[in-house]
């Protein structure tokens, strides 16, 4: 996979995962030019198209499209399902994810996609073991938040005081 994109039916951009190194002026270009080809699509068409050397496969979910680019050789089948397991992690995380879950926590959103694939390939098959890997990164959060929090409340004391001077 070259990159996945998310963005809305007004064709705002909420998430964006590159696996190829460009340029920002090359990204904001193609995904300027791939969201009005996606948007211009009527709802019954194929959910493949060809774009200059690359296969895209796009599904919309709700409000969201979630667009990926693929090499000419790669299976489309394969990508459909893949947007659609992570559309599956977002929805078990978030309960029914929707477009503001997106917006408000992205960065829930990109962890769980670091999680389900690494350099553009499936890194975990099962559901399960992404959800207890992401499970576990937010219980190690919410242990360091805590830690942090109770070591701002202890007093500090200074060299020079000294409980017991002479």
């Not at 499970?135 to 109770?150: C, K, M, N, P, R």
Request: negative net charge; contains cysteine; charged residues 30%.
């Amino acid at each position: 996979m070259q990159f996945m994109l998310l963005f809305s039916r007004q064709g705002k951009l909420r998430l964006q995962k590159w696996y190829v190194p460009l340029s920002d002026k090359e990204k904001k270009k193609i995904t300027r030019e791939l969201v009005q080809t996606v948007l211009a699509r009527k709802p019954k068409m194929c959910s493949f198209l060809e774009w200059r050397d690359l296969k895209i496969v796009y599904k919309r979910y709700a409000s969201l499209y979630f667009c990926c680019a693929i090499e000419d050789q790669d299976n489309e089948l394969i990508t459909l399902e893949i947007i659609h397991r992570y559309v599956e992690l977002l929805d078990k995380y978030f309960g029914s994810v929707c477009e503001l879950d997106i917006i408000f926590n992205f960065e829930k959103a990109y962890f769980i996609l670091d999680e389900f694939l690494l350099g553009g390939e499936v890194q975990e098959t099962s559901k399960k073991n992404v959800l207890k890997a992401i499970e576990q990164a937010d219980l190690l959060q919410e242990f360091v938040v805590t830690v942090s929090t109770i070591t701002e409340e202890l007093p500090v004391y200074n060299q020079t005081d000294t409980a017991c001077s002479p």
